[in-house]
């Protein structure tokens, strides 16, 4: 009885952690990014950019080669939440590589910062593969505010592209 439950337990034990460490799938690809928050791809070089909406604003630099392309910054938080909440949990931010359709191609997480101040900078470098037929991106995020000490509140805020689910 006992190495029969042993046996289950570590059968368990060895395939949560597979399945919790997959990847997270594809389920932005053919997402449609509001064009409003779409930002050209420089044809060759470097180009600085701010991207930005009511809670997150990210400072950039993209050099694009043939090939690759890659992506420096900082994200800081717009006025609005930092008027509004006292700190953040669970930051998440991507980067969407987008077609002429304003179409996601690929997507990278490219951030992702577990609590702390609204105050708070962050910074993020990537370096990807640049798909055939990218040429404009945009940035997606979710995270979390807490109003105050102690927790007295707060709200989930994300921004994505549009997918059909």
Known sequence: ML??????????????????????????????????T???LPA????????????????????????????????????HPQIMYAR???LKVSVFLLDNNNRVVAYQQILHSGAGSVQDEDSFNLR??????????????EVGFIEGEPDTGGALIWSMPATDQ
């Open 128 to 141: 990807l593969e640049r798909p055939a037929g990218v040429v404009a991106y945009t940035y997606g995020y």
């Open 44 to 79: 060759m070089g470097a180009s600085q950019s701010t991207w930005q909406d009511m809670y997150l604003t990210l400072d950039h630099r993209v050099t694009v080669s043939d090939k690759a392309l890659s992506i420096q910054g900082k994200t800081k938080f717009s006025s």
């Open 3 to 36: 190495s029969r439950n042993l046996k289950y337990f570590l059968l368990v034990l060895f395939f949560v952690p597979l399945v919790a460490c997959q990847p997270a799938g594809q389920h932005y690809l053919n997402a449609v990014a509001d064009k409003s």
């Open 38 to 40: 779409v930002i050209p």
């Open 88 to 90: 953040f949990q669970n």
